[in-house]
């Protein structure tokens, strides 16, 4: 077997197949998962990658052999993975490598309601009773089953956020080749949606492009495609849908922040006052909007395990991240690129200017998107950024994941990849020209040297 080591991340198992990942490991971690969990029962799903079959058929077999029955969802994005673990309240495993390249595939584990494991919360503890060797189970094997979970799925977020009232819209979604191809249709139908598709055939080597959205040149199709038909709004999902990216009538990318503040907007319209989740690298808008609202907003680290814990244990309505990932308390609190796509299509249906317009006011920063760097010694550098900036009138400094040097007129945060010799630089200012000038001076100091 090979060195999981390399596989198990901070939240979910990856690597390339089969050197890394294979379906001796599969079954290995759905006999461990079973031990660890206490599961009678588990259901799974996958995306469309050739290898995910057999590996949640692997998995399946590991699963059963410790006495657990499995119920097979077949193909499905991981929010509806999320949703069968949330409905019929039994242990979830999705099989997908969401945006990576096609040899790449993994799983994400979740127990009942939806609850994420990570490295912290039954990955390790799964990893080191491999290396171990899963004990026999002493009694009877569990059964497999199939289940179309996927109407199920449509019909439940359908019900969270309405779209039967809303003006008709054309609506470009690019699937990228991946899971929104699958679950898109099922969730528009019968709504008042013109829909362009791109890419909609499920074909796992992405012919087309990446299904990364978050990378500029994977949108280019999908905003091209907007201004060709005259849409009123471009959706873009990531290979097992599960994080969602708008481009607006004029085919300019929407920031994430931009759609953190607008799906918190609506919430607490919807429920009422309570808190709402953001990420310290989300634009200072997001906690001045929600305060406005009547909400109270919560500042986490970076990374869905951070934001989903925030989230349980503030009992917060929602959550957003830069990355396109958006949480809901209504969904298990759990992340889904299609809810977050609803409340877009309803805001923008429910009245009558178009997108750019509508989400004007949510918009107040020039913002610099994430600058990576390569640099020898990450700590090292990061002290030098701090000790240029500290003790400079109106400035503060935090520690809350890497650092973050904050000013009336501006802030930026400098923080250390965890796999790769990187620092990653967000910057944002009142005006375009004061951003462009703090986000220089820092990448002046950070590049200098390791050049």
Same mark, same amino acid.
């Given at each position: 077997?090979?060195?999981?080591?390399?596989?198990?991340?901070? +939240?979910?198992?990856?690597?390339?197949?089969?050197?890394?990942?294979?379906?001796?490991? *599969?079954?290995?971690?759905?006999?461990?998962?079973?031990?660890?969990?206490?599961?009678?029962?588990?259901?799974?799903?996958?995306?469309?990658?050739?290898?995910?079959?057999?590996?949640?058929?692997?998995?399946?077999?590991?699963?059963?052999?410790?006495?657990?029955?499995?119920?097979?969802?077949?193909?499905?994005?991981?929010?509806?993975?999320?949703?069968?673990?949330?409905?019929?309240?039994?242990?979830?495993?999705?099989?997908?490598?969401?945006?990576?390249?096609?040899?790449?595939?993994?799983?994400?584990?979740?127990?009942?309601?939806?609850?994420?494991?990570?490295?912290?919360?039954?990955?390790?503890?799964?990893?080191?009773?491999?290396?171990?060797?899963?004990?026999?189970?002493?009694?009877?094997?569990?059964?497999?089953?199939?289940?179309?979970?996927?109407?199920?799925?449509?019909?439940?977020?359908?019900?969270?956020?309405?779209?039967?009232?809303?003006?008709?819209?054309?609506?470009?979604?690019?699937?990228?080749?991946?899971?929104?191809?699958?679950?898109?249709?099922?969730?528009?139908?019968?709504?008042?949606?013109?829909?362009?598709?791109?890419?909609?055939?499920?074909?796992?080597?992405?012919?087309?492009?990446?299904?990364?959205?978050?990378?500029?040149?994977?949108?280019?199709?999908?905003?091209?495609?907007?201004?060709?038909?005259?849409?009123?709004?471009?959706?873009?999902?990531?290979?097992?849908?599960?994080?969602?990216?708008?481009?607006?009538?004029?085919?300019?990318?929407?920031?994430?922040?931009?759609?953190?503040?607008?799906?918190?907007?609506?919430?607490?319209?919807?429920?009422?006052?309570?808190?709402?989740?953001?990420?310290?690298?989300?634009?200072?808008?997001?906690?001045?909007?929600?305060?406005?609202?009547?909400?109270?907003?919560?500042?986490?680290?970076?990374?869905?395990?951070?934001?989903?814990?925030?989230?349980?244990?503030?009992?917060?309505?929602?959550?957003?991240?830069?990355?396109?990932?958006? +949480?809901?308390?209504?969904?298990?609190? *759990?992340?889904?690129?299609?809810?977050?796509?609803?409340?877009?299509?309803?805001?923008?249906?429910?009245?009558?200017?178009?997108?750019?317009?509508?989400?004007?006011?949510?918009?107040?920063?020039?913002?610099?998107?994430?600058?990576?760097?390569?640099?020898?010694?990450?700590?090292?550098?990061?002290?030098?950024?701090?000790?240029?900036?500290?003790?400079?009138?109106?400035?503060?400094?935090?520690?809350?994941?890497?650092?973050?040097?904050?000013?009336?007129?501006?802030?930026?945060?400098?923080?250390?990849?965890?796999?790769?010799?990187?620092?990653?630089?967000?910057?944002?200012?009142?005006?375009?020209?004061?951003?462009?000038?703090?986000?220089?001076?820092?990448?002046?100091?950070?590049?200098?040297?390791?050049?």
């Amino acid at each position: 077997m090979s060195d999981l080591t390399k596989i198990f991340k901070a +939240y979910d198992i990856r690597g390339v197949v089969p050197d890394e990942l294979n379906e001796e490991i *599969a079954e290995a971690v759905g006999a461990a998962f079973v031990r660890v969990t206490g599961a009678t029962a588990i259901v799974t799903a996958h995306d469309m990658r050739t290898s995910s079959g057999p590996l949640s058929a692997a998995f399946a077999r590991g699963a059963t052999s410790q006495g657990a029955d499995v119920i097979e969802a077949g193909l499905g994005s991981t929010d509806m993975l999320y949703y069968a673990s949330g409905s019929l309240d039994v242990p979830g495993a999705m099989f997908t490598a969401s945006h990576n390249p096609a040899r790449y595939n993994g799983i994400k584990l979740c127990r009942t309601g939806a609850k994420p494991v990570g490295r912290d919360t039954g990955l390790t503890e799964i990893r080191e009773l491999i290396d171990k060797g899963v004990p026999a189970h002493d009694g009877p094997a569990g059964t497999i089953s199939q289940r179309d979970l996927l109407s199920g799925y449509a019909e439940h977020v359908k019900t969270l956020v309405d779209l039967s009232g809303i003006r008709r819209l054309k609506v470009v979604v690019d699937a990228g080749n991946g899971m929104g191809g699958h679950t898109v249709p099922a969730v528009f139908e019968g709504l008042p949606i013109d829909l362009v598709p791109l890419y909609f055939e499920l074909d796992g080597t992405f012919p087309n492009h990446e299904a990364n959205p978050i990378e500029p040149e994977n949108i280019r199709d999908l905003q091209a495609a907007v201004r060709e038909h005259g849409a009123d709004v471009g959706l873009a999902f990531d290979g097992d849908a599960d994080r969602c990216f708008v481009v607006d009538e004029r085919g300019e990318p929407v920031a994430p922040s931009t759609i953190t503040a607008l799906v918190a907007v609506r919430e607490l319209g919807k429920h009422g006052p309570g808190r709402i989740v953001h990420n310290l690298i989300t634009s200072r808008a997001v906690p001045e909007i929600v305060r406005e609202h009547g909400g109270e907003p919560v500042r986490t680290r970076v990374g869905h395990s951070f934001i989903k814990q925030t989230m349980a244990e503030r009992d917060a309505m929602f959550g957003g991240e830069h990355s396109g990932h958006y +949480y809901f308390r209504d969904f298990w609190f *759990a992340d889904s690129g299609m809810l977050a796509a609803m409340h877009v299509l309803a805001a923008l249906g429910g009245q009558d200017r178009p997108l750019s317009e509508l989400l004007g006011e949510f918009t107040r920063y020039a913002a610099s998107g994430e600058i990576n760097s390569k640099v020898d010694d990450q700590e090292a550098t990061a002290a030098q950024v701090r000790a240029a900036f500290e003790g400079r009138p109106g400035v503060t400094v935090d520690e809350l994941d890497g650092l973050t040097v904050s000013h009336d007129d501006w802030w930026f945060n400098l923080r250390p990849s965890n796999t790769e010799p990187l620092l990653r630089l967000n910057a944002e200012a009142a005006d375009e020209e004061t951003m462009a000038a703090v986000r220089d001076e820092v990448l002046e100091i950070v590049r200098k040297g390791n050049e």
